[in-house]
């Protein structure tokens, strides 16, 4: 799977090799001396002489080595997200904002940082990111995914961001592109929980068993258990 999610991991896109690509890929610069912004691009802040000279040689060292700009963006974009696997999210940061330098339009520059923003706790930024992301490319069901769960995260909280009807008609958006996504329906059982319609809940926990298996919140099995038995009889 490609982006590694809120929580869920995703593929990675893979780039094919031109006859550019076979030299050693031009190294991203060190990360800069300065605090690390989360926004696309630092934010659209004014850098330094010197931070600005270092991105302008970056962009083109790429346009020297790869055959187009858009297998650069693949490129830095796989090792972006390696960086959000380990949790090294600064690295990863400044890995999406050199993309977005590279490609202003980039759905991977938004939807990482709108991922690493959910992870530092800002919801708010995270969703105006992933937001972003889906109106470049509508079709990124697992981004829209990541968008609900941000909005689930605000309505747990307590916060202004979310509510259960927001992400019930995202998830359900997500799901008419990939019937499939078993994280989707299974954030969609949690909504179902909340509204307490546990019958309903205990549907979508049984698509999400079919979809895979792996994904199911057995934790979430028991506690939606305790409101309602299984009506399979499968979930003790």
């Known amino acids: 799977m490609k982006r590694v999610l809120l929580l869920c991991l995703i593929s990675f896109m893979g780039y094919s090799q031109t006859k550019k690509e076979t030299a050693a890929a031009p190294q991203a610069p ?4 300065r605090e690390a912004k989360y926004e696309v691009l630092y934010g659209s802040k004014p850098l330094s002489k010197a931070d600005q000279k270092e ?19 693949a490129f830095f974009a796989e090792r972006a997200w390696e960086y959000v696997a380990t949790a090294r999210l600064d690295t990863a940061t400044q890995r999406f904002n050199l993309i977005s330098a590279l490609d202003p339009n980039s759905v991977d520059a938004f939807w990482g940082l709108g991922v690493i923003s959910f992870q530092r706790g800002d919801n708010d930024l995270a969703i105006r990111l992933l937001n972003k992301g889906l109106e470049i490319d509508s079709t990124q069901s697992m981004m829209r995914v990541d ?17 259960l009807d927001e992400v019930e008609t ?11 996504n078993a994280n989707a329906w299974m ?8 509204k307490e319609n546990y019958e309903l809940a205990w549907t979508y926990f049984h698509e999400a068993r079919m979809a895979d298996i792996l994904q199911l919140d057995l934790n979430f099995g028991s506690l939606l258990a305790a409101k309602m038995p299984d009506p399979k009889g499968i979930f003790k």
């Open 187 to 194: 954030k969609r059982c949690q909504v179902a929980y909340y």
């Open 55 to 73: 991105l302008n040689e970056f962009v083109a060292s790429c346009d020297a080595s790869f055959g187009s700009r858009a297998e650069a963006v």
């Open 30 to 33: 060190a990360t800069p001396v």
């Open 147 to 163: 968008y609900a769960i941000v909005k689930l995260d605000c309505y747990q909280k307590g916060m202004d961001c979310g509510t």
């Open 170 to 180: 995202e998830l359900k958006h997500a799901l008419a592109q990939d019937p499939k």
